[in-house]
């Protein structure tokens, strides 16, 4: 009976937690295109200040030499960019797409400081909709399993010992 009991809580946890995932997706979907917008003044900063002297983006990164501050402030620089085109690509793939779609392309939900930021804001709630009714099955299905699994894992040695004897 314990274990049952058990098993339906983390059931019920796995579905509340899943139920979260359209909500907060957003809330991450939305610090992301302001992260991206953010990135791009200062990567057009660069850029411009770099066509003012006839210069690529690149060349002007490799100029950046001597000091030890311009070299440290080059790297950062190089960062910038790189994180910029990482999550400018991560916007086009997730932007317009439904909680089912964003599921499927989680992988994009990587950027530690874009989710930091959209969970100090994010909270969570029981939202009333399809999708989250969808994902809270899901999640319910899943925490059952892994609970179920668990404790089938964690009985085994014992039920072996009690056919033996």
Do not use: K, N
Request: hydrophobic share 50%; charged share 20%.
């Amino acid at each position: 009976m314990i274990l049952r009991a058990i098993t339906l809580a983390a059931g019920l946890t796995g579905a509340f937690g899943a139920a979260q995932f359209p909500a907060f997706s957003q809330q991450y979907l939305q610090r992301l295109g302001g992260a991206v917008d953010a990135l791009e003044e200062v990567v057009a900063d660069f850029d411009a200040s770099a066509a003012a002297e006839g210069l690529s983006r690149a060349e002007a990164l490799r100029q950046m030499q001597g000091a030890e501050f311009i070299e440290r402030r080059r790297a950062d620089m190089q960062r910038t960019f790189e994180r910029h085109a990482a999550l400018t690509a991560d916007l086009e793939v997730l932007s317009g797409q439904g909680p089912f779609m964003r599921a499927y392309h989680a992988a994009r939900l990587t950027d530690v400081d874009v989710a930091r930021r959209a969970w100090q804001v994010f909270e969570p709630a029981l939202p009333l909709t399809l999708s989250a009714a969808i994902f809270a099955t899901v999640g319910f299905v899943l925490g059952t399993l892994i609970c179920r699994g668990l404790l089938a894992a964690l009985r085994w040695p014992l039920r072996r010992r009690a056919l033996s004897a």
